[in-house]
């Protein structure tokens, strides 16, 4: 059985809408959501740009943000050092050897 034919199952039952129902109750109770801006959408076949990005692309680009506010306020010069990585200065995407390695501070090194 694959995940779509459980998506399928939890559709027809009558659960799915109970569950749903009860949290735009509770969303609305605690004023997160008002019922003339309220618009329910089932975006499973919602084809668009919405890319799953990995951890460590996720990571990688906080850290050139970080970077970026840094140098604007000349402070870049002070973190760049302690990375162990040199390569946020570009937009392509780092070679990773993949190894972990643990520094003598009990931190660890991803290079």
Request: proline content about 2%.
């Amino acid at each position: 059985m694959t995940l779509c034919d459980h998506r399928a199952r939890f559709m027809q039952s009558d659960i799915v809408f109970a569950l749903f129902a009860d949290l735009l109750a509770q969303a609305k109770e605690k004023g997160l959501i008002s019922e003339d801006k309220l618009q329910i959408v089932d975006s499973f076949m919602v084809g668009g740009a919405g890319a799953v990005q990995d951890t460590y692309a996720l990571l990688r680009k906080g850290i050139v943000r970080l970077l970026r506010v840094a140098e604007s306020h000349e402070l870049r010069s002070k973190l760049e050092p302690v990375l162990s990585r040199q390569d946020y200065t570009t937009d392509s995407k780092p070679r990773s050897t993949g190894t972990i390695q643990r520094r003598n501070d009990g931190s660890w090194n991803l290079t």
